[in-house]
């Protein structure tokens, strides 16, 4: 099939997508073409100011354009505890629930030796910092019953325990390899509730 190379690279960067093959891509070069000049113009404009103003808060390390973000800096939120979670989507996912009142820290994934993630890539040391101070009691194990998660929680509380920091993890009423983010909000308030200690 030939396109004409601007086209044809505009539909190998859609191809970059999560879950996007090439009719997918195809589709939306072809959507993207037949755009306003002035509504592709401002779309372009909305990704690179996204990438540009959007980093991790330097406390949480969730995704904010502010610094600590708008949950570090809320004062009215439970300093007793921290949920640790493998990615910011999962801190919205939660968020929604309107449960959880403590603050959180994103991992940014989770150990998995085939990938060769070990801890030290992970914000495992940041979360032992935040630790100290004495006004923590809970950590909650917000993490998915994965091998993945399964490592990253048993290395966690084996660094928590000997603190004397109460851990626990998210109780899943779900499959075995099924996915926070994609878990409604009265099953993610339920797994918050049974949550039991590790
Ligand atoms: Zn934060």
Redesign the pocket.
Known sequence: MYFTPPLARLIEEFQKFPGVGPKSAQRMAFFVLNMSEKDVHSMAQVLVEAKDKVKH??????L?AND??E??TNERRDKGTICVVADSRDVIALEKTREYKG??HVLNGLISPLEGRGPEQLRIRELLARTAGGALREVILAINPTIEGDATVLYISSLLKPLGIKTTRIAFGLPVGSDLEYADEVTLTRALEGRREV
């Open positions: 808060c330097s406390q949480c390390f969730h904010s600590p973000c949950i570090c603050f959180y």
